[in-house]
């Protein structure tokens, strides 16, 4: 079964109520045997438009566990944290087996 990722890019504009949501986050993404394949860092347009300040990438064991985790409870109580403080967009694409 191929593995799944959430690509967000987003820009911040609230970084200390953003900082609220990232403290909270790797536990629920963990529990859904999600991990941080990206959490901000460098980065460099190499082709087309830039994305937004911010990249997130993560990795689930399969499309349907990272809908899982998206849907949860736990991360729907957090999300809006996010939501408050950024503005952009969330993608779930399958890997690459």
Do not use: C
Not at 18 to 47: C, D, H, L, M, N
Request: glycine letters at 8%; zero cysteines; aromatic letters at 12%.
């Amino acid at each position: 079964m191929p593995k799944a990722l959430i690509i967000v890019q987003l820009d911040v504009h609230d970084m200390d109520t953003y900082k609220t949501y990232t403290a909270q986050t790797p536990g629920v993404v963990e529990s859904f045997g999600g991990r941080f394949v990206v959490r901000g860092g460098r980065w460099e347009t190499i082709e087309g438009d830039p994305p937004r300040s911010r990249v997130v990438v993560l990795e689930f064991p399969s499309f349907d566990r990272a809908k899982e985790f998206y849907n949860s409870p736990e991360y729907q109580k957090i999300l809006p944290i996010r939501l408050g403080a950024s503005t952009g967009s969330a993608y779930l694409v399958e890997a690459a087996e």
